[in-house]
């Protein structure tokens, strides 16, 4: 008991700093939450296309999937997300979750969104998941060099079309699953701006 007492008294901060420490942790906390709220954080859980549009520059492949064969069977994660097991699911969809909102956040995400490696063989791996009971490709998806051949270098639109970029759709008409800001807020910015 007296080790655990000792551990604890060494997380404390001196008596001098003690309401410092206290406001500083009350606001990093608060901002913390706030950062959470406004990036819908929890959204990210679920399994809802909506999600994807948090952010705007998804637009494009939300509208172009909205209208795709695949909309009416599978969401982004069936598609882009690792199913095999609920542990690599989640670790996938937080370290690349993390990565596109340090992305956006910082404003570096390139004008023509392109799929990275990892991303393309979970969705490679999805894509023979779902319709390995329809045809045998194995003979045609080996290249010359005995490599294996991603599916959309023959079904290359499916199922976002042609999109390349932001201007490839650009009058799209993409509806927020939320509002960010809170009513009041909306009422305060609606007075101050006129």
Same mark, same amino acid.
Request: some cysteine.
């Given at each position: ?9 060494y ?7 003690k309401? $410092? ?5 009350g ?8 950062? =959470? ?5 929890v ?25 795709s *064969? ?17 542990f ?6 937080? $370290? ?5 909102s ?6 570096l ?9 990892m ?14 009971h329809?045809?045998?490709?194995s003979? =045609? ?20 079309? $042609?999109?390349? *970029?932001?201007?490839s ?6 509806e ?5 800001l ?13």
């Open positions: 008991m007296k080790y655990v007492d000792k551990i604890i008294s997380t404390k901060p001196p008596k001098a700093w309401v $410092s420490v206290i406001i500083i942790s606001v990093m906390t608060g901002l913390i939450l706030w950062v =959470l709220y406004v990036g819908n954080a959204s990210y859980l679920s399994d809802k296309p909506e999600t994807c549009i948090n952010c705007h520059v998804m637009n494009p492949q939300y509208a172009t999937w909205r209208v *064969s695949h909309a009416n069977v599978a969401t982004c994660n069936d598609c882009h997300v690792p199913q095999d097991n609920i690599r699911k989640y670790m996938f969809k937080a $370290s690349d979750g993390l990565r596109h340090t992305m956006f956040t910082f404003r995400e390139p004008q023509t969104i392109r799929i990275k490696s991303g393309a063989d979970v969705v490679q791996e999805n894509c023979k998941r779902c319709h390995e329809l045809i045998d490709h003979s =045609l998806m080996k290249t010359e060099n005995d490599e294996e051949r991603k599916c959309w270098s023959c079904h290359m639109e499916t199922p976002h079309g $042609s999109v390349r *970029s932001l201007s759709t650009p009058n799209v008409n993409v927020k699953p939320f509002e960010l809170p009513e009041w807020m909306q009422k305060y910015n609606i007075k101050n701006s006129k």
